[in-house]
């Protein structure tokens, strides 16, 4: 397959590069093709914008990751504008393209978040969930969607997903987390009781790659395993598996006071379920949060 890839220099992205680069031919968009061949090797095109391109006729597939960090800066005006830009006008453009190709793609995988669902507290949450949020993750990621939904006809397919909390070492929330729990300072945000949906790095790509492959998946997935924990959970699950005590709590009005608005990444949360990747017959390799912390910890 000749697939089209944003994102591709990013912490999944550059998994799924791993994974597809010798069974596929990959274009990979990147601000800085360079960097890009540095890190994913040279046997892939990379390409600094999409300006050049008048059609994706060429391409079987695009996979859409692309987008300005959410969780890395305090959420400024501007900082919301770059998050949404980097995200909305990147995919409008790859519709455009879609709607100009005579031989358009069968396939458009494109991004999203849990963030879609806002925060339900407890609730258990599917893909048939209807939501009415007024924050601003499920504003980003609503509108995101229904942008890449556009592409969608009776030639092409669209799936979009609906990421939970993906853990690697090699990126995301984890790495962030891991240099504070290796210290014994780690432990559960306000009362731990938020629950946190997350998924193994290998079961987000593998499951991409599911959906690529199987052409009768389309519309919302949601990208997690199917056991959400709560925040509490998981501090401890780390805690234990890096033999490490989890005593401290970080109080939310600390967080708030110095992440704002933010912040609610952390001290929110939402319990979701896939329902239909297991559904649709995907096999979670990391059902389990020890299963996953052990694979991630101890293969170093
Ligand atoms: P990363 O932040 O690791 O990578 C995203 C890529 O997007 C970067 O490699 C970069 O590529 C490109 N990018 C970054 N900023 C901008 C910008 N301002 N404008 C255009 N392109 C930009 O993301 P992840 O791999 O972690 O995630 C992929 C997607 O999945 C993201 O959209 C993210 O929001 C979403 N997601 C991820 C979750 C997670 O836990 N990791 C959870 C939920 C959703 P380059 O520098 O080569 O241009």
Redesign the pocket.
Known sequence: MKILLT?G?????SRLVKHLQFSHELTIL???PI??YQKLGHNLLAIPSLKDLNNLNEYDAVIN??????ANKRWTEQQKK?ICD??WA?TERLVELFEQSEQAPETFIS?S??GYYGEQGQQALDETSIIEDDSFPHQVCKTWEQIALKAANEHTRVCVLR????IGIE???LAKMLPAFRLGLGGPVADGQQQMSWIHISDMVDAIIFLLNNQQCHGAYNLTSPNPVTNQQFSQALSKQLKRPCLFRAPAWVLNTAMGEMASLITGGQKVLPKRLSGEGFNFRYKELDHAFKEILLRR
């Open positions: 994102g220099t990013g912490f999944i992205g990147s601000r800085n960097r890009a990751l692309a987008g300005e960090p959410i770059r980097s995200r990147l991004g978040a849990i990421t939970g909390v993906v990126g995301g929330a």
